[in-house]
């Protein structure tokens, strides 16, 4: 209805304060939402990426160690090459004629000292495995190692050896722990471990 031939004036309205904070609290809820999503999320990766981390620093350890033992007391021409040297159950010593020239060079002689001799150690204080090459420094070959052990076994199998010249087989067995640990798991104070082994024949020992 028309007053005075004008149409009558039409007054918007903006929201109420109830309205707006209703409004405001919906948001909130939603922006909580999509945070503890992704807060969730980083920390599923984060564990994951740690994990990962830890199944290849194991791996690795545990691929160069078998790799390397399988050599030991190789001597293609004779020689005064001692395929075990020393062990326990934290450490182990190797010797192998990798040139074949029937003597082991000394350390920092030469190209190939890198497997004439090599030992492996555990450090149970600093979690890790060093490797030393002759009478060279020990390096670290893996971190974060909670266990670590060596085993050894005569050609039967079923009897541990009692010496050096006896060995035949030697398994590896070590467990990893990972770096930090997660909030999401509860057991071991919240860090994941693996375990790993291997039984390795150096065939050369022995001989």
Do not use: C, H, W
């Not at 040139?99 to 090599?118: H, K, P, R």
């Amino acid at each position: 209805m028309f007053l005075d031939g004008a149409p009558k004036s039409r007054v918007d309205r903006g929201f109420t304060l109830i309205e707006l904070m209703v409004s405001i609290a919906i948001g909130m809820v939603v922006l909580a939402s999509v945070a503890t999503t992704f807060t969730s999320q980083t920390r599923a990766y984060s564990a994951q990426e740690q994990i990962n981390q830890m199944e290849q620093n194991l791996r690795g350890a545990l691929d160069i160690m078998t790799r390397e033992i399988k050599m030991a007391g190789y001597k293609p021409n004779g020689g005064t090459v001692t395929g075990v040297v020393s062990y326990s159950s934290s450490s182990l010593t190797i010797q192998a004629d990798i040139d074949g020239n029937g003597t082991l060079l000394a350390s920092g002689t030469g190209s190939d000292t890198a497997n004439e001799q090599i030992a492996y150690v555990y450090d149970s204080v600093n979690k890790k495995i060093t490797r030393q090459v002759g009478s060279g420094t020990a390096a670290t070959l893996a971190e974060n190692i909670s266990a670590f052990t060596f085993t050894y076994y005569q050609s039967s199998g079923a009897t541990l050896a009692t010496s050096a010249s006896n060995i035949r087989r030697i398994k590896i067995a070590l467990t990893g722990i990972t770096a930090k640990p997660d909030p999401g798991y509860s057991s071991n104070g919240g860090y994941r471990t693996v375990d790993l082994s291997a039984i390795v024949t150096p065939i050369n020992l022995g001989l």
